[in-house]
């Protein structure tokens, strides 16, 4: 190499050494950044919360709605007279502020009632204006229905006049039967004042076995006869029904007086409406049904009325109460009713002394009348036949005429539930939280609806309306034979949801031995 060569030759291999140097010290920085990458913790999961908490809702009635209301939005709230509501429900309260412990099964409302009735105990009043304020003061209005509805439905109940007797004879020789020592319901005694009337009831044979208890049938001919259960004998079956359907009855005796029973217990069976039976049969319509026309038709056709009659194999047991004449039907609660006040509601849902404000239009004057009914009424008693959040039975008194209107009672009408302010719904319902907001439109076009299968027997059907369709149905191809034919009229439909994916078929875990290592041995030679 020449002379004047090597200085530059000694800069260039400087250059190279120094390259060499910092890749070297740069290579275990690199080696530790590739191991960090390869061993990164992953992140944690993300987990969405659920935009409800389980938060208490302001109160819940099993299967049924409601929303708060105004007072100036119920039809008929002022002209209604609250003195005489008021009154019933100060009857309710003697019970409800004397119970020290809460009820073993809680129901919407609570005891909440205790409030507003520690007021009215000691709150005589005798002008309507101040009942009126008193309810305002105290309650909360809320409309109810069963849910999906927008009305309940009302019947009406009264108590019986019968005549009787005492002793058997070849008028009166129908029996009304007390409570038998055998009957049986689970979580009772029989030191119990009355049985629900609901549930399974069974006999007892011997010390431990239960089988069901006897039906109508087996009762009616004779199979508890002459074991000193009569209380009474009536002259017709068709007495002892509608005394067992109505719950009590007033039975005057042949000598002058008069028995007063209540109901006590029941065979277990459920009840089974003869009238329903008649209109399935096409013996009475169904417009014309009422309790006058059951009796009318048993009356004239005797024998087609024993089988009729056995259909409902649900049987009363009554027991003797100590009322005079003038005193009205002591109901579930176990208070006098009131007639034109009191009904009869859903234990299960409800609490005895709730008050209700019903409106609809009803025929109290005559059976084709539509009477307007704008009244508070307060629940005080039950029935087997009484289910839903929005079923009542309405309670007229005593008597033939009470009888007429409640017989003709099955129609539909609007319920408002008077709830104390101490649960306030609304208050409740601001603590909830609100729910998520709507998906915008480009995220609601990722998601279209799917067009309905169109089958052979649909096809000349026309098509539905839905959500993302217009209100212009797709013209069918003419066919050269048929003659043009009017548009048919479009129905609008809801719109179908958007079908989920097919779930993954389940494959069972197929267990596999794990893979054996092979060692090879080597000889090593010597």
Known sequence: MAPEARPETRRLAGFAFGVI??????????????????????????????????????FQVNGGQYSPAAWSEIAGWNEDDHLAA????????????AQRTPPAD??????????????????????????????????????????????????????????????????YKVPVYRRPSNLFVRGTTQASAGLPNKGQVFRKIGRRKLVPYYDRAEIEDGVIAGRGLEICYLKEQTDLLFSQIQGSARVSLDDGSTVRINYDAHNGYPYTAVGRILIERNIIPKDQMSMQKIREWMEENPNEADE??????????????????????????????????????????????????????????????????????????????????ARADLYF?????????????????????LVPKSLDPLARGRKLPLPDARPSETIAKLFPQTAPSVNQKTAAQPPEVTATTTTRPMAAP??????????????????????????????????????????RRYRYRR
């Open 21 to 58: 140097a910092l890749a070297c010290a740069l290579a275990p920085v690199e080696a530790g950044a590739r191991y960090s990458r390869s061993h990164k913790t992953p992140p944690p999961p993300f987990v969405r919360h659920l935009p409800y908490p389980e938060l208490e809702l302001p």
């Open 86 to 97: 008021y009154n019933a429900f100060r009857v309710s309260c003697r019970p409800i502020s």
């Open 106 to 171: 809680p129901k919407a409302i609570g005891t909440s009632l205790r409030d507003p009735c520690q007021i009215a105990k000691g709150l005589e009043l005798s002008d309507e204006p101040k009942a009126r304020a008193f309810f305002e003061d105290h309650f909360l209005p809320v409309r109810i229905s069963r849910l999906g509805e927008g009305e309940g439905f009302v019947t009406g109940y009264y108590e019986p006049i019968v005549g009787g007797s005492r002793t058997e004879n070849e008028v």
């Open 308 to 389: 009729l009659r056995r259909q409902n194999k649900s049987y009363v047991f009554f027991r003797e109460v100590q009322l005079s004449d003038k005193d009205e039907a002591v109901g579930a609660q176990g208070v006098p009713l009131t007639p034109g006040r009191s009904i009869a509601v859903d234990k299960s849902l409800h609490v005895y002394g709730t008050p209700f404000f019903i409106e609809g239009e009803l025929p109290i004057e005559t059976a084709t009348s539509k009477t307007p009914f704008r009244r508070l009424m307060i629940a005080q008693d039950t029935g087997s036949a009484i289910v839903g959040p």
């Open 397 to 417: 008194g005593a008597g033939l005429d009470a009888g007429k209107v409640a017989g003709r009672l099955r129609h539909n009408a609007r319920f408002v539930m």
């Open 478 to 519: 003419p066919s050269p034979a048929a003659a043009p034919t009017p548009a048919p009229a479009v129905q609008a439909a809801v719109a179908k949801p958007v079908p989920l994916p097919e779930p993954r078929p389940k494959v069972e875990a197929v267990s596999v031995k794990p893979h054996q290592r092979h060692l």
